[in-house]
């Protein structure tokens, strides 16, 4: 991939980062032809740099300092500017408007996201898109001990809204949801980030839950980094997150964060490039093919154990008393 073009905001990263970001100083080379001629960022070397890969320039009382989490490795610390901290709903607004198109209201609907971390608080802002809806982190592990037909009833809340949620939390939902008495809840959208999930995941998702769901590839390190093709199983790069796949790997380099540039991040997914016109998209194509993100770990009773998706499912049966689900990577954690 080139940047020549000076005034691409890939460019504009490159030279802010090479001036004020000590880390990047004998990294990048002044006038850098293409990103190849850049070494890979690894998860080691963001751990070593530390405070060597903030920026030395921009107003430090509106960064936001998170940490990853991680069952493979120890946690990052990733540092946002004010930008950064909004990529994810400005991406998420592209690919709904894309998504259901200029006749679907959906800036008045709430965006709900559904959590199981027992850590997690419940808290709501204000919408930016609208001003009476709100944007809501919901943490269900409070509601799930309810019985049945009151959790049923309290999840009417998701009826024509905005989810959005992990695939494994939205199907611990449903297998309690689905099947009983009550409908299950039926929202306008669900949008599916921080694991991978198949295309037979989304469709019975979207049959049980009569609404449309489709997914987002987002790491806590760069944001929002491609969404789902409605037409193919593949994924598109948003405009803000440059996409590069090196010996199999998606790398990637988020253009909006200037606190804490990550340039050619190694993601450690694995993914290749489908042709531009399996679909009628007129954008860049790939399919992830294997994603380490989404191994899960459960805490029952306070001890934590690793868990494939079946024991998972069989603990949840089991209605354990005090239980919260974690994901290597999940930037909930860190919220
Ligand atoms: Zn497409």
Redesign the pocket.
């Known amino acids: 991939m080139t940047v020549s073009d000076g005034h691409h905001p890939l460019a504009a990263l490159l030279d802010f980062a090479r001036r004020t970001v000590p880390f990047y100083g004998d990294r990048i080379p002044e006038h850098a032809e293409s990103m190849d001629s850049m070494p890979v960022l690894t998860r080691q070397d963001v751990q070593q740099a530390g405070p060597r890969l903030w920026s030395t320039e921009g107003d430090r009382h509106f960064w936001r300092r998170m940490r990853t989490t991680g069952t493979t490795g120890e946690p990052l610390e990733i540092v946002l500017d004010k930008g950064a901290q909004r990529q994810e709903l400005v991406e998420l607004e592209r690919h709904l408007d894309r998504l259901l198109g200029p006749s679907v209201p959906w800036r008045t609907r709430d965006v709900v996201h559904l959590t199981l971390h027992r850590s997690a608080s419940t808290r709501s802002v204000p919408s930016p898109w609208h001003p009476d809806a709100v944007l809501v982190k919901w943490n269900l592990s409070q509601l799930w001990p309810l019985p049945d037909k009151a959790f049923r009833a309290a999840l009417g809340r998701l009826d024509g809204h905005i989810v959005t949620a992990m695939p494994s939390v939205m199907r611990l939902l449903t297998d309690r949801l689905c099947g009983g008495d009550l409908p299950p809840p039926s929202p306008l959208v669900v949008t599916l980030s921080g694991e991978s999930s198949s295309a037979a995941v989304r469709d019975s998702l979207a049959r049980q839950l009569s609404c449309a769901v489709t997914a987002t590839y987002t790491l806590a390190e760069v944001g929002c980094a491609a969404t789902l093709?409605?037409?193919?199983d593949?994924y598109?790069p948003t405009s803000t997150v440059v996409t590069e796949i090196v010996q199999g790997e998606l790398v990637v380099t988020s253009t909006v964060n200037r606190a804490m540039p990550m340039i050619r991040y190694r993601t450690g997914d694995q993914a290749r490039w489908l042709s531009a016109t399996?679909?009628?998209?007129?954008?860049p194509?790939f399919r992830l093919r294997s994603a380490r993100r989404g191994s899960l770990s459960v805490t029952l009773g306070g001890r934590r154990v690793n868990a494939e998706r079946r024991r998972l499912l069989g603990a949840w049966s089991a209605r354990p008393r005090a239980g919260s689900v974690r994901r290597a990577g999940d930037p909930d954690a860190a919220r």
Do not use: D, K, M
Not at 229 to 232: G, I, V
Not at 278 to 283: L, M, S
């Open positions: 093709c409605p037409e193919t593949g598109h399996a679909c009628g998209c007129q954008r194509l």
